[in-house]
Nanobody, 121 residues
Framework: QLVESGGGLVQPGGSLRLSCRASGFSLDAFAIGWYRQAPGKEREGVSCINTPGTNSYYTAAVVGRFTISRDNAKNAVYLQMDSLKFEDTAVYYC????????????????WGQGTQVTVSS
């Protein structure tokens, strides 16, 4: 089971740090992706990090603002979100897969329940 935390309400331009932790298995065997889903929209891939943490990928909308990282010793993956915009408002999910070769949500085997991020003034 994956568990996200760190969501909340933040003003535009602010920052949040999301965490993804695993219960019952080790994250270091998986690539971890972050996805988000806004009301009325499809779930979209935001970022992915490979198993050793040497490669990371971002969707164009968050490049330069979001940073994914992992600490395999703590069995955790993080998404640092800076310069947040209104359009970043969504439920954010972490998910596990064999690698980061696909943005399709169906490629990911395990999902968390999500954490709400709301950017509002």
């Amino acid at each position: 089971q994956l568990v996200e935390s760190g969501g909340g309400l933040v003003q535009p331009g602010g920052s949040l740090r999301l965490s993804c932790r695993a219960s019952g298995f080790s994250l270091d065997a998986f690539a971890i992706g972050w996805y988000r889903q806004a009301p009325g929209k499809e779930r979209e891939g935001v970022s992915c990090i490979n198993t050793p943490g040497t490669n990371s990928y971002y969707t164009a909308a968050v490049v330069g603002r979001f940073t994914i990282s992992r600490d395999n010793a703590k069995n955790a993956v993080y998404l640092q979100m800076d310069s947040l915009k209104f359009e970043d408002t969504a439920v954010y999910y972490c998910a596990a897969a064999d690698d980061c070769s696909s943005w399709s949500p169906t490629y990911y085997d395990y999902w968390g329940q999500g954490t709400q991020v709301t950017v509002s003034s």
